[in-house]
């Protein structure tokens, strides 16, 4: 059964810096695409950067130069460094199977103050 777990969020000052984690089961992280996405208030879901089996990343222009997508296939963990985080970050943050965030795990909360 394929799991997502996601951790690492929290309260952070404006400026500062989070590293999200997501363990994945049930499936080998190296041979998946993943994504991550996250869900601000009363707005929908929104891509925020990918990874691809052999390393490529990409990223939306509100994380490029502020966010990293990385990946431990030894550990099955996907990460998301946060830095230089403003106000506007704030949302729920999911790591995803698919770019829609259809497939995703339930979350960590990332709250970032002004």
């Known amino acids: 059964q394929v799991e997502l777990v996601e951790s690492g969020g929290g309260s952070v000052q404006a400026g500062g810096s989070l590293r999200l984690s997501c363990v994945v089961s049930?499936?080998?992280?190296?041979?998946?695409?993943m994504n991550w996405v996250r869900q601000a208030p009363g707005k929908g879901l929104e891509w925020l950067a990918s990874?691809?089996?052999?390393?490529?990343?990409a990223y939306a222009p509100s994380a490029q130069g502020r966010f990293t997508i990385s990946r431990d296939n030894a550990k099955n963990t996907l990460y998301l460094q946060l830095t230089s985080l403003k106000s506007e970050d704030t949302a729920m943050y999911y790591c995803?199977?698919?770019?829609?965030?259809?497939?995703r795990g339930q979350g960590t909360q990332v709250t970032v103050s002004s």
């Open positions: 995803a199977l698919d770019s829609l965030g259809y497939r």
């Open positions: 049930g499936f080998s992280l190296s041979t998946y695409y």
């Open positions: 990874i691809h089996t052999d390393g490529t990343t």
